[in-house]
């Protein structure tokens, strides 16, 4: 086993906007912009990252994933909540 240190990068980067944008609608309660289709889609590609991880090269890249994965999932339960709220 090796660390994929450009996927972690990668990851990383990523990673950095998703809490980002759950501060931002816990602090203003608004979600306007946000598209919870493009959402779910990422939530996928985190999914599909992980399946491969544990088939064809499990490392501690796969937190990354798991991490990214839960962060859209707030993030767009987030979206769910306030929703309503968006003028």
Not at 15 to 38: A, E, N, Q
Request: proline share 2%; aromatic share 18%.
């Amino acid at each position: 086993m090796h660390l994929s240190v450009f996927e972690a990068g990668m990851l990383v980067c990523f990673g950095i906007s998703w809490p980002l944008s759950i501060i931002k609608s816990l602090r203003t309660k608004m979600v306007d912009g946000k598209s919870p289709i493009f959402m779910s889609i990422v939530a996928l590609g985190y999914v599909f990252g992980m399946v491969h991880k544990v088939i064809y090269s499990f490392d501690q890249v796969f937190l990354l994933y798991v991490f990214n994965f839960v962060m859209v999932s707030i993030d767009l339960f987030l979206y769910r909540k306030y929703r309503t709220r968006t003028t």
